[in-house]
């Protein structure tokens, strides 16, 4: 069994470890899986996807990698800073060059977003 946890401050080891025993003590009362079972707690990761537009909105500022539904200027993946989250898609401040510009992209072109491994 695979449980993914989540919090706006982000989530410790220590975090895990805490729904791990509270979740194992339950299953193990309850007891209602009847065979042999592994429990894994763990995070969605540093470049989880971006399902919900609360998923977004909370990633205002961050790098995004977008997969698009249809080609934009022969372009099927932007990566950009996500700027803007609203009704209508997102805005993305993109490099062009030396400058940046800001692409406003509807949701019904985003096909899939995840945040990007910044170091």
């Known amino acids: 069994m695979r449980v993914f946890i989540d919090k ?25 899986i009847p065979h042999t079972y592994t429990l894994e707690v763990s995070s969605p990761g540093l470049d989880r996807p971006l399902k919900r537009r609360q998923d977004y909105a909370r990633s205002i500022g ?13 372009q099927w993946r932007l990566t950009g800073r996500l700027q803007t989250v609203n009704e209508e898609g997102v805005v993305l401040e993109m490099e062009a060059g030396r400058t940046t510009e800001l692409r406003h992209l509807a949701w019904n072109i985003i096909g899939e977003a995840r945040l990007e491994v910044e170091f």
Do not use: F, I, M, Y
């Open 62 to 74: 961050k790098l995004v990698r977008l997969k698009l539904t249809n080609a934009l200027d022969g």
């Open 8 to 32: 706006l401050s982000g989530v410790t080891v220590s975090d895990c470890e805490q729904v791990h025993l509270s979740l194992s003590h339950a299953l193990d009362v309850q007891d209602p």
